[in-house]
């Protein structure tokens, strides 16, 4: 499975982005698809996750952003709204199979006060 990240760039505060992720391969509705960010000099944190009926948001996140996925197009959203500078970071799209996790290339995002 290889995943590609499109998506991030720099908005001011209050902004919005949409992050999108294209999974190859047949079995990607059998995935639990998230998103992680990075920022610099912190751990990699789960930011939203997505399985087939159920989503998952970081409390940091919760209201102001919305993980979607589209299983006939291999592709996971996120649609991110009222930024705030504390979402800077480098995003990252990841796919868990249970048995074995798939990481994307990161796509940084930068919100400017």
């Known amino acids: 499975v290889q995943l590609q990240a499109f998506g991030g760039g720099l908005v001011q505060a209050g902004g919005s982005l949409s992050l999108s992720c294209a999974a190859s391969?047949?079995?990607?509705?059998?995935?639990?698809m998230g998103w992680y960010r990075q920022a610099p000099g912190k751990k990699r944190e789960l930011v939203a996750a997505?399985?087939?009926?159920?989503?998952n948001y970081a409390d940091s996140v919760k209201g102001r952003f919305t993980i979607s996925r589209d299983n006939a197009k291999n592709t996971v959203y996120l649609q991110m709204n009222s930024l705030k500078p504390e979402d800077t970071g480098v995003y990252y799209c990841?796919?868990?199979?249970?048995?074995?996790?798939?990481w994307g290339q990161g796509t940084q995002v930068t919100v400017s006060s």
């Open positions: 391969g047949s079995s990607f509705r059998a995935a639990v």
């Open positions: 997505i399985s087939n009926s159920i989503t």
């Open positions: 990841n796919a868990d199979f249970g048995f074995k996790n798939y």
